[in-house]
């Protein structure tokens, strides 16, 4: 069973910068993908970005292509969402979630994930 704790989310203003960090623990860590992924108020969860086990490929979706950096350090257990020029649509509760699965392309799709934390807000004012 794996545990992911979310951490970093914050109120902050349009074009501002902000780093997630999720640590894991109670697996190996280095045996999952890692995905982020964002609920908004009265929308459906999306994808934000993906990350191989190794860190060699990753995927955004295009809304934050260019904007946003994930990123992990398997010696820390832990993933990074690095968000920067943020916009007041970035708000929403963001998750990370891990998925059992050491290929090349890490899911972009939320049933391919196994495990999620519990979130943390992040709120854009305008």
């Known amino acids: 069973q794996v545990q992911l704790v979310e951490s970093g989310g914050d109120l902050v203003q349009a074009g501002d910068s902000l780093r997630l960090s999720c640590a894991a623990s109670g697996g190996t860590f280095s045996s999952y993908a890692m995905g982020w992924f964002r609920q908004a108020p009265g929308k459906e969860r999306e994808f934000v970005a993906a990350i191989s086990w190794s860190g060699a490929t990753t995927y955004y979706a295009d809304s934050v292509k260019g904007r946003f950096t994930i990123s992990r350090d398997n010696a820390k257990n832990t993933v990074y969402l690095q968000m920067g020029s943020l916009k007041f649509e970035d708000t929403a509760v963001y998750y990370c979630?891990?998925?059992?699965?050491?290929?090349?392309?890490?899911?972009?799709?939320?049933?391919?994930?196994?495990?999620w934390g519990q979130g943390t807000q992040v709120t854009v004012s305008s």
């Open positions: 979630a891990a998925a059992l699965q050491r290929t090349t392309a890490p899911p972009i799709s939320s049933p391919r994930y196994h495990y």
